[in-house]
């Protein structure tokens, strides 16, 4: 008779990890998850990111009874106003077009870990190890996870592996081909910003000759800025001094989230497309990050990652009564049914990330006609809002959630 270690092993304790452990608390699967940081690393984290968590997030989260508690720390975005720099033509998507409380909820990212962390610190089913770096992975019927805490080499056996973090791991490279790569060769920067404009609930996406611009508000007079660029415009605004940088943001957005008068906590970070045509191996899965990385200009990173998470707990979960044998299996047909979506969002945000960058008669013409008849369209609009808000996300995966 087999015997088993541990169900899973999932390797990576970002935002991914700590929510496919969530989704999975309430089993009888056997769960261990590596995470690369130490324990302290919860108590004292500083990363002032943000991130907007859509509306099949908020289902998903509220069907394993989380959302309340993160509902506090969020910021509603009930409109976004979208427009062009310099050319007639706006529009502006509303929750209320489609009956939503809200568009997104941006929520600061280490309140969104600190509350999923604390969900399965001391849960029976699962094994945290913190400090723990993955040296090799022995592949089998039974996989061996090689790893080293605190210098002392150790081992862990189990019957799947799931990583969720690791999209530049070599040991990832030796156990997956077809990876689908492409450098846009922009940055994205982000930053904080203070106007004298308070409480607003409307987000503000930009098109510019030069890159998209987005501002979303936080709480009070607090925004988030994001902006992706050219390479080498961003090697401008980053030597910019920060009065500087706030004239610069300020001529990009007019007036429209009122006069800047702060600019905070300043990140680049490089765009790229990745993503595994095939992101599972036997027994062995991606998740999240390590299956995929989007241009962020549709939102989707965690949003998409959530997604996969739900589908994957609901097949362990359908296997669960009868005991499962056969983890290969259950990551094949996880691998079919994600695998649409992927691509078709890949193929989206491409063609944003590619036709929006860059100005023209034509390109300007364009987008400036796309804005017009996307304004007057209410039905496309609608239809755009339930595309990137998953508002489409299938309830019976959530309810299913919700029962079990």
């Not at 302290?40 to 990111?49: A, D, L």
């Not at 689908?180 to 510019?208: G, H, M, P, W």
């Not at 979303?216 to 902006?227: A, F, G, Q, V």
């Not at 039905?379 to 959630?401: E, H, K, P, T």
């Amino acid at each position: 008779m087999y015997k088993k270690t541990e169900d899973i092993i999932i390797v990576g304790a970002g935002l991914t990890g700590l929510a496919f452990c969530n989704l999975l608390k309430d089993t009888k699967i056997k769960l261990s998850l590596l995470d690369t940081q130490p324990k302290t690393i919860y108590k004292s984290f500083e990363n002032e990111r943000h991130i907007v968590l859509s509306n099949s997030s908020k289902s998903i989260l509220e069907s394993i009874g989380l959302w309340k508690e993160i509902n506090k720390y969020c910021s509603k975005v009930k409109n976004i106003h979208i427009s062009k720099k310099s050319i007639f033509g706006s529009s502006v998507v509303k929750s209320a077009d489609e009956n939503l409380e809200s568009l997104g909820y941006q929520v600061p990212v280490k309140i969104l870990i600190d509350i999923l962390y604390s969900n399965i610190e001391n849960e029976n089913n699962i094994n945290i190890i913190h400090g723990a770096q993955v040296m090799s992975v022995d592949k089998g019927k039974e996989i061996n996870v090689n790893y080293k805490l605190e210098s002392i080499e150790k081992n862990l056996t189990s019957r799947s592996l799931v990583f969720s973090s690791g999209s530049k791991d070599k040991i990832l490279n030796n156990i997956f081909s077809e990876i689908i790569q492409k450098d846009y060769k922009q940055n994205a920067i982000v930053c904080e910003l203070l106007s004298n404009k308070y409480n607003s609930d409307t987000a503000y996406e930009r098109f510019t000759n030069k890159g998209v611009l987005g501002v979303i508000p936080r709480k009070e007079n607090i925004w988030t800025l994001i902006y992706s660029t050219n390479e080498k415009e961003s090697e401008t605004i980053e030597n910019l001094e920060n009065n500087e940088l706030k004239k610069y943001f300020q001529n990009l957005m007019g007036k429209k989230c009122g006069k800047i008068s702060e600019i905070n906590n300043v990140k680049i970070y490089p765009l790229k497309m990745r993503y595994y045509k095939n992101f599972t191996n036997k027994n062995i899965c991606l998740l999240g990050d390590a299956a995929h990385t989007l241009h962020p200009i549709a939102a989707q990173s965690f949003n998409l990652s959530l997604r996969d998470c739900t589908y994957l707990t609901e097949m362990i979960k359908k296997n669960e009564k009868e005991e499962i044998n056969n983890f290969s299996q259950i990551f094949d047909c996880y691998q079919k049914e994600r695998i649409g979506e992927l691509e078709r969002l890949v193929k989206f945000t491409d063609f944003l990330a590619s036709f929006i960058h860059g100005g023209g008669f034509l390109k300007n013409s364009l987008i400036s006609a796309s804005l017009l008849f996307m304004d007057m369209n209410k039905s496309l609009r609608i239809n755009i809002i339930r595309y990137l808000l998953g508002v489409n996300f299938s309830q019976a995966l959530i309810s299913n959630l919700k029962k079990q």
